[in-house]
């Protein structure tokens, strides 16, 4: 079983929608986890990071993680077309930052 | 932006030759890491470094060996390279801390023939 799975989509949604990226992982024990963002043909950049249980919200961007289902998600509300990129979920699994990354869902936000 | 360069930017190449990618940053972060994206795999680590001269291997670090004699400087270094190895690599730092946040380069694309 993979450490975190993600639907990789392609996802296409009209401007304004409400987006909702998941993601699920296999060991209870991990605490961190953080959403990326990546435009196409540059390197990915952190969106969020949540700790442990709960949501934390940026903006239009909320991140939610349940532990009880080892379920993250990304929502975006009224979304742009300066939305469209792939979003890869990540989870911190090892000292040093070492991080393990979903497979990424591609986006597109219509006009 | 995180102050870190990748190259070369493209490179195409042969089967069985060497090849030699690096990772420069002006950062001065301790933690640098080598990632290969592929479609359907995402992101995967090869090797990663905690220091000078401190490297430890990642998921997928067959075929792949790295150096680190300067802390702004990992090298990745393909001994003989195949075609399974035609990738996108990035390379990434870290200030270390645990909120996740590695700061990416814009990539090094490889074609191999």
């Known amino acids: 079983q993979k450490e975190v799975e993600q639907d990789p989509g392609p996802l296409s949604v009209p401007e304004g929608a409400i987006v909702s990226l998941n993601c699920t992982y296999s060991n209870s024990a991990f605490q961190y986890f953080m959403w990326y963002r990546q435009y196409s043909r540059k390197g990915p950049e952190l969106l969020m990071y949540?700790?442990?249980?709960g949501n934390k919200e940026d903006g239009r961007f909320t991140a939610q993680v349940d532990k009880s289902s080892k379920y993250i998600s990304l929502f975006i509300r009224d979304s742009q077309p300066s939305d469209s990129a792939t979003y890869l979920c990540a989870i911190l699994t090892g000292g040093g930052n070492k991080l393990t990354f979903g497979t990424g869902t591609q986006l597109k936000v219509e006009l | 932006d995180a102050g870190i360069t990748q190259s070369p930017r493209h490179k195409v190449t042969e089967t069985g030759t060497p090849v030699t990618l690096r990772c420069h940053q002006t950062?001065?972060?301790?933690?640098m890491y080598w990632y290969r994206q592929d479609p359907g795999h995402g992101l995967r680590l090869i090797h990663y470094?905690?220091?000078?001269?401190?490297?430890d291997k990642g998921e997928v670090s067959d075929g792949y060996s790295v150096s680190r004699s300067k802390t702004e400087d990992f090298l990745l270094t393909l001994e003989s390279a195949t075609s399974s190895q035609t990738s996108v690599y990035f390379c990434?730092?870290?200030?270390?801390?645990?909120?996740?946040?590695?700061?990416f380069g814009e990539g090094s694309r490889l074609t191999v023939l």
């Open positions: 990434a730092i870290s200030g270390g801390g645990v909120t996740g946040e590695l700061f």
């Open positions: 949540t700790y442990s249980s």
């Open positions: 470094s905690y220091g000078v001269k401190d490297t």
């Open positions: 950062e001065n972060h301790r933690y």
